[in-house]
């Protein structure tokens, strides 16, 4: 259970939100989605997969390019045991899934209000006491989408409109002849 809370706490990096009113939660709510205590606008994979590293975790091995799958252990986050990450050719995540069945009310509950804990009241969907289908949406482009009303319960991480490296059509002569 102590693997639980640590990941939930490193996963959505929650500061803590007084839920004395309304107001006070949504003037501390984040402003921006994280995934795994990073902000998901323009997040390179590698760094991802560092910061997964520090936390114990590994891929799976892949044979789809641009997709990688992880497992968080057999109890997860509430109940969510997987993480697909998928990512454009750049390198940078687009999206990033994740799921599991959770058969505990109480863990679905406690998921929805960890969010939104996290990030205020939902753009759009519903939650009613942490149980529903709910959608986040970031002015950086980025969104949340939380569907937790029934026991398959996924996250939907999307940055829709991630970098992409761009070639600029000139030859670098310099670097060319250092390479021998």
Same mark, same amino acid.
């Given at each position: 259970?102590?693997?639980?809370?640590?990941?939930?706490?490193?996963?959505?990096?929650?500061?803590? #939100?007084?839920?004395? &009113?309304?107001?006070?939660?949504? !003037?501390?709510?984040? $402003?921006? +989605?994280? @995934?795994? %205590?990073?902000?998901?606008?323009?997040?390179?994979?590698?760094?991802?997969?560092?910061?997964?590293?520090?936390?114990?975790?590994?891929?799976?091995?892949?044979?789809?390019?641009?997709?990688?799958?992880?497992?968080?252990?057999?109890?997860?986050?509430?109940? #969510?045991?997987?993480? &697909?990450?998928?990512?454009?050719? !750049?390198?940078?995540? $687009?999206? +990033?899934? @994740?799921? %599991?069945?959770?058969?505990?009310?109480?863990?679905?509950?406690?998921?929805?209000?960890?969010?939104?804990?996290?990030?205020?009241?939902?753009?759009?969907?519903?939650?009613?006491?942490?149980?529903?289908?709910?959608?986040?949406?970031?002015?950086?482009?980025?969104?949340?989408?939380?569907?937790?009303?029934?026991?398959?319960?996924?996250?939907?991480?999307?940055?829709?409109?991630?970098?992409?490296?761009?070639?600029?059509?000139?030859?670098?002569?310099?670097?060319?002849?250092?390479?021998?």
């Amino acid at each position: 259970m102590s693997f639980c809370v640590a990941s939930v706490l490193a996963v959505f990096s929650v500061a803590s #939100v007084s839920a004395n &009113t309304s107001n006070d939660m949504t !003037s501390r709510a984040s $402003s921006i +989605a994280e @995934l795994f %205590g990073l902000s998901l606008n323009d997040l390179s994979l590698e760094r991802l997969e560092k910061q997964l590293a520090t936390m114990g975790l590994r891929s799976y091995p892949s044979y789809k390019e641009g997709v990688v799958s992880y497992s968080l252990g057999p109890e997860g986050i509430f109940g #969510v045991t997987n993480a &697909t990450i998928y990512s454009n050719s !750049s390198g940078y995540v $687009s999206q +990033a899934l @994740l799921s %599991g069945v959770v058969e505990s009310n109480e863990k679905r509950k406690a998921l929805g209000d960890l969010l939104e804990k996290k990030y205020g009241a939902p753009s759009g969907g519903y939650l009613n006491k942490g149980i529903g289908r709910s959608t986040w949406l970031f002015k950086d482009g980025t969104l949340i989408e939380l569907h937790n009303s029934t026991f398959d319960v996924s996250i939907l991480y999307v940055d829709e409109h991630p970098r992409e490296v761009t070639r600029s059509g000139q030859i670098d002569v310099e670097a060319l002849s250092r390479k021998k």
